[in-house]
C-alpha cells in the first residue's frame, strides 16, 4: 500500500482543482468589489483577464511574447549545455576541479541579479543581455547538479563497463551521462522557473520590450490589473515550459522505479 | 604446453589508512597462485580475507601494492583485456535494459546493432530469460539480474572468467541449475575460471581444484585441493557420493580454524 492508493481517481482530483481555482478568483472577486481589498492595490479579476483577452485577441502582446520567450529558451538551453559540458568535463578532471571549486562556489553564492547592469554595458539593452543574465543563473544550477552527478556515479557500474571496453568517450556516454541525468532533471525544473528571472528581471532594468516591460510600462502608469496580466501569462507559459521538462524526463528516466 | 592462463606471483595489497592515526590494512601478503589454461579455480575463504581483491589485481583493476601478474605468459599492465568479470555486487547499467546490458559489450566493440541484439537474444534464451529482454533492471528479481550479468560476461566470450560469488543470492534449486548451466558452457569451451564461493560445497561440485585462504589481514592461501571427480558432473547428484564427502572433510578441516578466526576478528572490529 502506498499513499497513492488512497489518492481519488484523477478526474475528481481534476474537478476538485478547479473549483479550488475557481473558489479562489470568486473571493478575489467578491473581497475587491466589496472594497475590504482596495483594488488599486489588488486589482480585479474580471479587468485582469480582460486585460489579458484584450492583449492576445488584438495581437498586442504577441511581440513582447516573442521576445521574452526568446530570451528565455536561449538562457534555458544556452545555460543547460553549457552546464552540462562544464559539469562532466569537471567532473572528470579531479585536480582541475580542485583548483577551481572555491572560486565557483563563491561565483555561485554571488547573487547574480546584480550582474545586469554589467551585462546591459557588454550587450547593450537589446537581447544579449538579457540572455546573459538568464545564462549566468541556469548555468551554475545545472553545472553542480551534473558535477554531484558525474561523481556520484556508482563505482562498481563503471569497473564493469571498463572491464567489458568501454573507451574514455564510451564511458561518458554510456555511463556518465545516463547516471547524471537525474540529477540534471532535478535542477531543470529549477532553471526553467530561473531562465525566465533572468529575462524578466533584464527587461525591467532597461529594455524597449518583452513582457516585463509591459509589466514596467503598466506599473509606471499605476495600472495594476495590466501588471497581473503580465505576472499571469509568464506564469502560465513558465508552467508549460516545466511540463515539458516532465516530459522529457518521463520519457528519458523511463528506467527508474516508480 | 601452452602459458598457464593466470599467474600471480607474491602478491600483496596494503590499503592506506582509512582515516588520520589508523594504521594501513594489509588485505593479501605474498600470495602465489597459478590457473593453467582451462582449469576451473574455486577459491574459498572466510569473510573479509582478501578473495575479492584478489580478483581485482587479477582483472587489472586494483594494483598491488607488490608482486605482478602474468597472463597468457605476458606481464599484466592496465586492465586484463582478456577477462569476464562477474562482480560481487551489482553492476549493470540500471538505465538499460535487460537487452541492451547484454549487447553492451558488443556495442562498444563496434558490432553492427542487428547482430548483437540477434546474439543477445540467444544469450538470454541461455541462462534462462527468453522474453525479459525489454525489461528495465528494476523489474528483475535478483537473480535474474544475476543472470543478465552471466549473460552480459559470456557473450563476449572472454578466455578467463572471474566470478566473485555470482550465485550467491539465487535459492538452491536455481542456483544448482546454473550451475549446471556454467559447468555445460565452461566444458563446451573451456575457459578459465576462477570462481570465489563461501559455498565450501558449490566450490567442490563445480572446480578442478580449491584454494582454501586464511583469515585476514595479510591473509594467503592455506590449502589446495585437487578435486579429481569425474566430469560432467552434476552438482546435485555428486554431493551425495562418498568422494565427495571425503574431499569435503578433509577442505572443511583445514577451513574450520580460519573460518572461526574470522569471525573473531569481526566481533572484535
Ligand atoms: N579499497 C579498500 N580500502 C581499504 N580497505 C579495503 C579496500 N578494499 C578492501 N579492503 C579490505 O580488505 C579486506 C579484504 O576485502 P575483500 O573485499 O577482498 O574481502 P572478501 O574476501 O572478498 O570478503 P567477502 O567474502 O565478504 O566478499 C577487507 O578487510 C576490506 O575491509
Ligand atoms: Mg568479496
Known amino acids: 500500500m502506498s499513499a497513492r492508493d488512497t489518492l481519488p481517481p484523477l478526474w475528481r482530483l481534476n474537478v476538485y482543482r478547479l473549483l479550488l481555482f475557481v473558489a479562489s478568483m470568486l473571493s478575489w472577486h467578491v473581497l475587491t468589489q466589496t472594497k475590504i481589498l482596495p483594488p488599486f492595490f489588488f486589482g480585479e479579476p474580471l479587468r485582469v483577464f480582460g486585460q489579458i483577452w484584450k492583449w492576445f485577441s488584438s495581437g498586442s502582446i504577441y511581440p513582447h511574447l516573442a521576445i521574452t520567450l526568446l530570451e528565455t529558451m536561449l538562457a534555458f538551453f544556452g545555460g543547460t549545455l553549457l552546464g552540462l559540458i562544464a559539469g562532466l568535463w569537471l567532473g572528470l578532471k579531479p585536480t582541475a576541479s580542485a583548483l577551481l571549486s572555491p572560486y565557483l562556489k563563491a561565483l555561485n553564492s554571488m547573487p547574480r541579479l546584480i550582474l545586469a547592469p554589467i551585462f546591459a554595458v557588454w550587450f547593450g539593452l537589446g537581447l544579449w543581455s538579457k540572455v546573459a543574465l538568464g545564462i549566468s543563473i541556469v548555468f551554475f544550477l545545472v553545472f553542480f547538479n551534473v558535477y554531484h552527478g558525474v561523481r556520484e556515479v556508482n563505482p562498481v557500474v563503471l569497473a564493469n563497463a571498463r572491464m567489458l571496453g568501454a573507451s574514455k568517450r564510451q564511458l561518458l556516454r554510456m555511463v556518465y551521462v545516463p547516471s547524471a541525468m537525474t540529477w540534471v532533471f532535478a535542477s531543470l525544473h529549477n532553471a526553467v522557473g530561473m531562465a525566465f528571472v533572468g529575462a524578466v528581471i533584464g527587461e525591467y532594468l532597461g529594455s524597449v520590450k518583452g513582457i516585463g516591460y509591459l509589466i514596467l510600462e503598466a506599473e509606471g502608469i499605476f495600472d495594476i490589473n495590466a501588471v497581473l496580466g503580465g505576472v499571469i501569462t509568464l506564469t502560465m507559459f513558465a508552467y508549460g515550459l516545466d511540463m515539458i521538462v516532465t516530459w522529457a524526463e518521463r520519457r528519458l528516466l523511463r528506467w527508474q522505479p516508480n | ?269
Open chain 2, 1 to 269: 604446453m601452452s602459458a598457464p592462463a593466470v599467474v600471480l606471483r607474491d602478491i600483496s595489497c596494503t590499503f592506506p589508512p582509512s582515516s588520520r592515526g589508523s594504521q594501513p590494512y594489509t588485505a593479501v601478503r605474498d600470495v602465489s597462485l597459478t590457473i593453467a589454461d582451462g582449469e576451473f579455480v574455486s577459491v574459498v575463504g572466510p569473510t573479509g580475507c582478501g578473495k575479492s581483491t584478489l580478483l581485482n589485481v587479477t582483472a587489472g583493476l586494483l594494483t598491488p601494492s607488490t608482486g605482478t601478474v602474468d597472463i597468457f605468459g605476458e606481464k599484466l599492465s592496465g586492465l586484463n583485456r582478456r577477462a569476464g568479470y562477474m562482480f560481487q555486487a551489482e553492476a549493470l547499467m540500471p538505465w538499460r535494459t535487460a537487452i541492451q546490458n547484454v549487447m553492451a559489450g558488443l556495442e562498444m566493440r563496434g558490432v553492427e546493432p542487428v547482430e548483437s541484439r540477434n546474439r543477445a537474444t540467444e544469450w538470454l534464451g541461455r541462462v534462462g530469460l527468453r522474453g525479459r529482454g525489454d525489461a528495465y533492471l528494476h523489474q528483475l528479481s535478483g537473480g535474474m539480474r544475476k543472470r543478465v550479468a552471466l549473460a552480459q560476461i559470456l557473450i563476449l566470450e572472454p578466455q578467463i572468467l572471474l566470478m566473485d560469488e555470482p550465485f550467491g543470492a539465487l535459492d538452491v534449486q536455481t542456483r544448482q541449475l546454473m550451475e549446471n548451466e556454467l559447468l555445460a558452457l565452461w566444458s563446451a569451451n573451456r575457459k578459465s575460471v576462477i570462481f570465489i564461493t563461501h559455498d565450501l560445497e558449490e566450490a567442490i561440485s563445480m572446480s578442478d581444484r580449491v584454494v582454501v585462504m586464511s583469515a585476514g589481514p595479510a591473509s594467503r592461501p592455506i590449502g589446495e585441493f585437487s578435486i579429481d571427480l569425474p566430469r560432467p558432473r552434476d552438482v546435485a547428484e555428486i554431493r551425495l557420493t562418498p568422494e565427495f564427502l571425503k574431499i569435503h572433510a578433509a577442505i572443511w578441516e583445514t577451513m574450520r580454524d580460519e573460518v572461526l578466526k574470522g569471525y573473531q576478528q569481526h566481533e572484535r572490529a
